[in-house]
């Protein structure tokens, strides 16, 4: 069971991102996720089916060469399967699986510091982004070398809002 997000502020389709940063692998951050509810979009298998589908994607902000990057995922369908593109994502993540039973919220990973994998690609117009190529668990000596989660501006503003001051150092509530 997926906890669905009771706000969600701003563009609900992606997250506008003017400026390419370096590709690579590099401590980061996630800063923020997108959820949308009921979107249009075609049915696995069946071309010309369209469904309506609750999606999401993750903000991750990134440093290389003394500057924070952003870089975001893929839509990803909100599905608790383990055959689900965010199943693996945040297993991949975390290191372990999620544990999806009515009270795990994956909103509640918005400050955790991970590595991404970042790569270029050139749209079908021609236009260069990057994507989150992969993720893993950070190792705990490079923790520090993350952006922090208050110095990060994200474009357009934050879609999910934390319980807390921004400003303030990223906590979880006790289980």
Known sequence: MIIQQKTIIGDNSQYDIDKNGPTGSFPARLVDILDSQGVDRQKYGEPGVIEKKDVTRFLIAYSANGETHLVQTWEMTQSASERSALYKFLRDMKGEAPVFDGKY????EI???LQVTVSSKVS??????????????LMEELAEKAPKLESVVIPGGRRTPLDEDPSAPFKKEAA
């Open 124 to 137: 079908k117009k021609g236009t260069s982004y990057n994507y989150v190529q992969s993720v893993a668990p």
């Open 111 to 113: 400050g955790e510091t």
């Open 105 to 108: 919220d994956y909103c509640d």
